[in-house]
């Protein structure tokens, strides 16, 4: 993965290098990513390229590998590092999937690492002041404030929000953090962006990810796009797409509120009203089943629950769609007919479409819509779901979320004793860590096993729980501290409520490469650190890609400045409050550094649900190393390839067994047409076996070379015995499996077994251990088991929302989601008619996430220097608004307003307004600039569009409302 050679004492010369060769001007000048992509770059921003310093004569320079932190593509990032300083970046030719190209932020990514604006060394908030201290005061400090706040008010007192930045390593690392400090309030970015899918998906299939890849796209007749604006918030990965429409003459449809740059390259656009993506897919649905054009075989053996669905979209007449979303009849027909007859199609979503109070709703609709086509399974088709930060995808898998323990195990008795055994400490322990919660307004009192076994609060509403009465806040205390790691203060909504709640704080500590908008942010004097952390190209590690592939970052260049990786905090802080020992037990610690690749082995050794088990770190090397060997459609080397032959890159999960029976990955979920051992699979066997009469098995369907040739379920040791398989352990693996089941050997499973025995036996016999079942169109465990259409809380149609309202008040993640009783205040004050305007966001290419890091970079921040407003033409015209003049945008909720510039433009339709997310700085027409610790100030300041977004929760998962909400707009 990484080399070394010698720079060329005197460079080759071309005809016109100024001494310099080509390859070697455009690599000192950081541009070659940018002209390598899809005109990422605009042309407007190109200036004369100068040439950086050559390497010193006769000087190693070693190339080392990392993964880019910008999005979840997974791009490749080619480093040449000479005495320890990163001088040069290489195209990344040889990665499959970004194949030498990046988009702006990932040209300019070196910059994240020396700028001078970043944190340098851990700061305290002394009144009112930033000064310096040192690592171990800090340390020392906060461990003590930690524990007095728990020993006041209870180990759920303090949350920890962690990263979609982190490592795989590092996230099971916080993960674990939390499970010995006693809470599960513990959570990261995806909360906020595709926590829905995951809910969404898994119910419907089994897992919660994408099923197909970014360069399997290149396989699809028919690309659907919703809520997905692919060519800002993936710019690389529209190669692959470009390639489905170009090479294969694609059908390339695009379904947003706006005509973005993605909609730009459509052959289709489709323009409906934001909030009514389950109207738009039953509508869809409407004309498929009308026409015949579903596909009856795959539903019959496949899918469960079809026919309620057909009773639902049977109400989605074309008339009432149109009425509701604004959509032709004609247009959406046509749609129809090419998503289920120009096959393989695939829906290509993001956070356009999740981000809704229905998300995950429409997340299941999108699934169903795949289901009745027979797009799932097979290339070219599936749910190709983009996520957002460079390990968002694994972030989740490794049990960054509130309801889970690591690789969505849940929060079961079952769940902890099964990683209790992996960590070698007694479950008992582990549950003696947890609060004793009172009963509270009637609610009755709460056990240490039963709050251990309890969700914890969502990040959306970290805020609330510091400042909602105690006796509505579902936990001992209400919340006193906040302990951030990698996250922005500008990404929840309903920010005004946020700042009250940031205020009460009794402890704030940032960790982060730079200050965030917690820094600057709202009126605290004391009690605040900031706490350097080096970037993730500054750290080792596995990230997983939105595919589910996992690649090894090397660590490029030593941490800067006073900064301390991820890995290193949390091992000091965790030997500051007393249980190092425990939590460290079987993972090597180097002058207080957790090993990322001991972390990796104790991940495989318990990741046997989700198909982490087989990624050991050699493994994941060797791909790096091997980059080149690996197809580009289908993400495979050929089978003589030395170290990685008939692997899939990245092993993407599911990689069934211990890492030395060599599964290759599984590049395509739910693929029948390949062997089990080959990377083939079924759906999942997750939900029983029957309900109401009806098999939840697979009927006539099964994998390639399966011994068992229909539906079955998922394999426990009695079924092993059953099937008389069982003699087909090895003597080791018995014994392991003994001693996991104890009394009740009969029960332990395929996910349990930590032997990894009953995973190989069924592999050897062709069968998926997880069982062989159908496909849930009909959810019955969720509010709506078939999803139905439900206005937005502050909805512009005031007149629909008694007949599609929102769903009633009641209780989520230890508060109440009083959706119902702000909708209908919101209908009976007659918002909309003061906010007439919809208001959405979205990503812009140029920056990413918060945006505190990229704003921070002087390439990015010439690109785009002021935060703006979309506002339609005919909208600006009433209300005498011109292009690129300052305008104030006033929100629902309260009294907020934001100063930003005017954009006038049609991508927009009238009615809608639309901001980017990534801005911060300025509060309701305030530049907060001088409240930044000195030097660390992003060049770009903006406000925040979520200081105008407003109430709204998605029942299942607590997914903010940021997509659709209500506001006006005046000149400044």
């Known amino acids: 993965m990484s080399s070394v050679r010698r720079s060329a004492s005197s460079p080759s010369q071309e005809p016109g290098a100024a001494g310099l060769d080509r390859r070697g001007f455009l690599q000192r000048s950081l541009v070659l990513g940018g002209l390598a992509s899809l005109g990422e770059l605009p042309l407007g921003t190109i200036r004369e390229a100068k040439a950086g310093p050559p390497p010193s004569a006769g000087a190693p320079v070693e190339i080392r590998k990392n993964i880019c932190t910008h999005c979840s593509v997974g791009c490749t990032v080619t480093a040449e590092v000479q005495n320890g300083v990163w001088i040069g970046q290489e195209p990344s030719w040889d990665s499959p999937i970004n194949r030498g190209s990046h988009c702006a932020k990932g040209a300019a990514i070196r910059e994240i690492v020396h700028s001078d604006r970043r944190l340098k060394y851990p700061m305290k908030l002394t009144g009112g002041e930033w000064r310096r201290i040192s690592w171990e005061d800090a340390i020392n400090e906060i461990g003590d404030k930690i524990l007095s706040i728990r020993q006041q008010a209870g180990a759920d007192a303090v949350y920890w929000l962690g990263s979609a930045k982190f490592t795989n390593e590092a996230s099971y690392l916080l993960r674990k953090f939390a499970a010995f400090w006693g809470t ?7 909360r906020i962006c595709h926590s829905t899918t995951v809910a969404g998906v898994a119910n419907t299939w089994g897992y919660g990810a994408q099923t197909n890849s970014y360069n399997d796209i290149r396989n699809a007749k028919t690309m659907v796009f919703i809520g997905s604006n692919a060519a800002e918030a993936h710019p690389v990965a529209m190669q692959h797409l470009l390639a489905s429409k170009e090479i ?10 706006r005509f973005t740059r993605t909609a730009a390259h459509a052959t289709d656009y489709v323009r409906f009203r934001a909030g009514t993506d389950i109207p738009l897919v039953w509508g869809l649905l409407w004309h498929v089943f009308q026409n015949g054009w579903e596909d009856k075989e795959f539903i019959r053996t496949r899918v469960y629950g079809m026919e309620e669905v057909r009773k639902e979209v049977d109400k989605w007449t074309p008339d009432e769609v149109e009425r509701v979303t604004g959509v032709p009849p004609e247009q959406l027909k046509e749609v129809a007919r090419k998503f289920a007859t120009e096959k393989p199609a695939t829906i290509i979503w993001c956070m356009g479409a999740t981000q809704h109070t229905v998300g995950t709703a429409n997340v299941r609709a999108f699934c169903i819509a795949c289901l009745a086509t027979g797009n799932v399974g097979k290339p070219g088709t599936g749910a190709n779901i983009f996520r957002g930060h460079t390990n968002v995808q694994g972030a989740t898998d490794l049990g960054l979320d509130i309801t889970t323990l690591p690789l969505y195990y849940g929060l079961t008795e079952g769940a902890w004793k099964h990683w209790a055994r992996v960590w070698d ?8 860590r947890f609060d004793e919660v009172p009963a509270k307004a009637g609610r009755p ?10 969700p914890g609060i969502t990040s959306t509403r970290w805020f609330d729980a510091v400042i909602q009465p105690e006796q509505d806040v579902d936990q001992r205390s209400n919340l006193r501290a906040m302990i951030v790691m990698g996250h922005g203060g500008n990404t929840v909504t ?9 205020e009460k704080l009794d402890l704030m500590v940032v960790m982060d490469p730079h200050p965030t908008t917690f820094a600057a942010i709202g009126n605290r004097k004391e009690n605040t650190y900031l706490l350097p952390i080096a970037t993730s190209l500054e750290t080792d590690g596995s990230r997983t890609a939105s595919n589910r592939s996992l690649q090894w970052g090397q660590q490029i260049v030593k941490p800067a400045f006073e900064s301390k990786d991820d890995y290193e905090v949390m091992y000091l802080l965790a030997k500051k409050l007393g249980f190092a020992d425990e939590m460290f037990k079987h993972i090597k610690v180097e002058n207080n550094r957790p090993s990322p690749e001991d972390l990796l082995r104790e991940i495989n050794r318990g990741g046997w649900s989700t198909g982490y088990c087989g990624q050991s770190p050699e493994r994941l090397q060797a791909h790096m190393r091997n980059q080149s060997k690996f197809d580009l459609v289908t993400l495979r080397a050929p089978k003589d390839a030395p170290e990685v032959g008939g692997d899939y890159y990245g092993l993407p999960w599911p990689c069934w067994g ?7 990955g599984t590049a395509i979920l739910y693929n029948t047409s390949l062997h089990v051992k080959d990377g083939g699979s079924t759906f999942r066997a997750r939900f029983g076996t029957e309900r109401n009469g009806q098999t939840l098995l697979a009927e006539d369907s099964f994998s390639l070379g399966s011994e068992l040739t229909d539906g079955y379920p998922e394999v426990t040791m009695a079924v092993l015995k059953k099937l008389g398989w069982d003699r087909d352990l090895t003597a080791d693996e018995l014994a392991v499996i003994q001693r996991v089941g104890g009394d009740n050997v009969d029960t332990v499973s ?14 050897d016999h062709g069968v998926m251990h997880y069982g062989n079942g159908k496909a849930r169109a009909i959810a019955w465990n969720l509010p709506d088991p078939v999803p139905v259409h439900r206005e937005p809380i502050y909805s512009p149609r005031p007149e629909l929302v008694s007949k599609y309202p929102t769903r009633p008040d009641e209780r989520q993640f230890r508060m109440v989601n009083a959706g119902f009783t702000v909708q209908k205040s919101a209908v009976d004050r007659g918002v909309a008619k003061d906010f007439p305007l919809i208001l959405t966001s979205g990503r812009i290419v140029e920056y990413e996430g918060g945006g505190e890091e990229t704003r921070s970079n002087p390439w990015l921040a010439e690109l785009q220097q002021d935060m703006f407003v979309e506002i339609n033409t005919r909208d600006a015209a009433d ?9 104030w945008v006033f929100g629902a909720e309260n009294a907020s307003k934001t100063r930003v510039k005017a954009l006038v433009t049609d991508r927009v339709g009238r009615g809608v307004a639309w901001m980017p997310f990534h801005f911060s700085g300025w509060w309701e027409g305030e530049d907060l600039r001088s409240r930044y610790p000195s030097g660390t100030d992003p060049v770009v300041l903006g406000e925040s569009v979520n200081t105008l977004t407003t109430y709204g929760f998605d029942p299942v998962t607590g997914m903010q409302e940021t997509k659709v909400t209500l506001c006006q707009i005046r000149p400044a």
Request: glycine residues 8%.
């Open 494 to 502: 309903r920010m005004p409520e946020m700042l009250k709640g940031l």
């Open 425 to 432: 400490v007694s479950y008992e322990s582990l549950r003696d």
């Open 879 to 887: 209300r005498g608004v011109k292009d690129g003049q300052w305008v």
């Open 184 to 190: 599960n309030s513990v959570d990261h970015q995806a």
């Open 750 to 763: 395929w996910a349990t077994d930590l032997s990894g025995g009953i995973q190989r036996v069924c592999l």
């Open 248 to 257: 294969n003459r694609g059908n390339m449809i695009v379904m947003d509120p």
């Open 445 to 454: 009192a709460r056990s240490r096993k039963e709050n251990m076994e309890t």
């Open 658 to 664: 211990k890492p030395e029976i060599r599964h290759p």
